[in-house]
């Protein structure tokens, strides 16, 4: 079989990933005329039907949705070997999101070392509680906390996570805290929206691993919000169990403290995902490497 000319597949996966011919045709520097054109020619060329144009936009037929890996992995060898040649374009802009307490308590503060290395990259970064659209060009990298499950697209472990008691120092001088059993005189401080498949972030789990009675629940502060809960525990409220990439800041100014040597591996870990071809673009490339260095230099224990 000929192949169709590799503008018309370049064309095809713009349009599938960005999810219309406007938008493709922005990317590609084309009019959607243009692009509208390309894709016929290469459903005529291919003997299938490859968007079922909708009154408010377009839908991949099964036989794209099928194909659509198969380009975007393509075009990523061919973007791969260009780069090779000749480094790719570095300078850009490039969009960026994570949960809003990683991106607070842990990236934001290391941003400084990223954007003095590359001042030519115009990073964006924001937090959304609906994770954004990938393959539709919402963002470049998408930093999540989970089990790291995420079908057709391309997803890195960035680092596992640690988690145990946290509590301020000041907490600890009115009142002895040496074994879990001491927690009865504390008030414990809980994130209420942690997932049932993340067990090691409740009281319970751990208060039950120890042998220890929970307290009647008049006795914990909830929060929401991990970010509510870490300033929670530096404001003195109560002990809370914090993960270190959230608390690692507060530990090493010592706003924070350990009460027991206790720890635990998190259920859950960090990953960082883009779409197959876009993992292989020379900014996001460099973001990521940057990214796992950082992570490199996590400390695991305290």
């Excluded at 071809?277 to 990214?291: H, I, K, Q, S």
């Amino acid at each position: 079989m000929r192949l169709p000319p590799l503008n018309a597949f370049r064309t095809f996966e713009a349009a599938a990933r960005l999810g219309g011919f406007a938008a493709a045709a922005e990317e590609l520097l084309v009019t959607p005329a243009a692009v509208s054109q390309q894709i016929k020619t290469l459903e005529g060329q291919l003997g299938v039907a490859l968007f079922r144009r909708l009154p408010r936009g377009l839908e991949l037929t099964a036989a794209a949705k099928e194909l659509l890996p198969q380009v975007s992995a393509g075009l990523a060898h061919f973007e791969r070997g260009i780069g090779r040649l000749g480094g790719g374009e570095l300078a850009g802009p490039l969009v960026v999101t994570a949960p809003p307490s990683l991106a607070s308590l842990w990236l934001v503060p290391r941003l400084g070392s990223f954007a003095d290395q590359y001042p030519d990259i115009q990073l964006q970064v924001g937090s959304r509680e609906v994770p954004p659209d990938l393959n539709a060009g919402e963002a470049d990298i998408r930093i999540t906390y989970g089990m790291g499950n995420y079908p057709g697209l391309k997803v890195q472990q960035i680092m596992p996570d640690m988690i145990f008691p946290v509590c301020a120092p000041s907490l600890l001088n009115r009142q002895p805290l040496r074994r879990f059993a001491d927690l009865r005189n504390f008030r414990l401080l809980e994130d209420v929206r942690i997932d049932a498949a993340e067990p090691g972030m409740t009281w319970a789990r751990w208060l039950r691993d120890e042998g220890v009675e929970p307290p009647p629940r008049t006795g914990f502060l909830e929060f929401t919000n991990s970010i509510l809960l870490i300033q929670a525990a530096v404001a003195g409220l109560g002990v809370g169990l914090g993960r270190m990439s959230l608390a690692w800041e507060h530990l090493d100014r010592g706003t924070l403290v350990r009460p027991f040597a206790a720890e635990r591996v998190a259920d859950y870990a960090y990953y960082a995902v883009t779409t197959e071809a876009g993992a292989e673009r020379r900014r996001v490339r460099v973001f990521l490497e940057w990214l796992f260095a950082e992570a490199g230099k996590e400390p695991r224990r305290g």
